[in-house]
């Protein structure tokens, strides 16, 4: 009896979800403090973690918070003058 190879389902390139633009703050902030903790703590990460902590804090960015992860992310957002 012969079995069809299992195919891993096709996820859409990151760029094309168009979710982290849509995101508020507070859900944007979590996740990024989420990878970055897997990512540079807990040391348990795929490409795909990298990629999509690199598209949150460039999105953060993007929105004018102050982002700094030397040791621990801390992202702040500038006070307004």
Same mark, same amino acid.
Do not use: Y
């Given at each position: ?37 897997? #990512?540079? #703590? #807990? ?6 973690? #990298? ?31």
């Amino acid at each position: 009896m012969k079995t069809k190879a299992r195919t891993k389902p096709k996820l859409r390139p990151l760029h094309k979800r168009g979710q982290l633009k849509d995101w508020t703050d507070a859900e944007l902030i979590d996740h990024a403090s989420s990878l970055h903790h897997q #990512v540079n #703590v #807990v040391e348990c990460f795929g490409s795909r973690d #990298v990629m999509e902590l690199h598209m949150a804090l460039c999105e953060l960015e993007r929105r004018d918070f102050d982002i700094d992860d030397a040791r621990q992310l801390v992202i702040t957002k500038p006070e307004e003058d």
